[in-house]
Nanobody, 121 residues
Framework: QVQLMESGGGLVQPGGSLRLSCAAS????????MGWYRQAPGKERELVAV???????KYAESVKGRFTISRDIAKNTVYLQMNSLKPEDTAVYYC???????????????WGQGTLVTVSS
């Protein structure tokens, strides 16, 4: 069983910074994309940022220039550095990964339980 464990959420003032971490554990062959999604109250879950195993990144327009996604392949960990946070960034942030569990080319989507980020003065 593969698990994603998130950490780093909390309360921050507008303009502040937070760093989220997500570590994968369990038995698997490899991990392809890792990323972060978020869901604000009353809204659908949306992509924030994703990074491939080769380091290619993709960001939502609303976070470009403020958020940076990175990855430590050896530690099976993905990070999200969030700067210049705004109240509209308030949401539950979910870690996501595409994981090859039984075969090299067949991937299973795995989700973390989520970590709350609140941006408020």
């Amino acid at each position: 069983q593969v698990q994603l464990m998130e950490s780093g959420g909390g309360l921050v003032q507008p303009g502040g910074s937070l760093r989220l971490s997500c570590a994968a554990s369990g038995s698997f062959i490899r991990i392809a994309d890792m990323g972060w999604y978020r869901q604000a109250p009353g809204k659908e879950r949306e992509l924030v940022a994703v990074i491939s195993s080769s380091g290619t990144t993709k960001y939502a327009e609303s976070v470009k220039g403020r958020f940076t996604i990175s990855r430590d392949i050896a530690k099976n960990t993905v990070y999200l550095q969030m700067n210049s946070l705004k109240p509209e960034d308030t949401a539950v942030y979910y870690c996501h990964a595409k994981v090859a569990i039984e075969t090299f080319y067949r991937f299973t989507e795995v989700w973390g339980q989520g970590t709350l980020v609140t941006v408020s003065s």
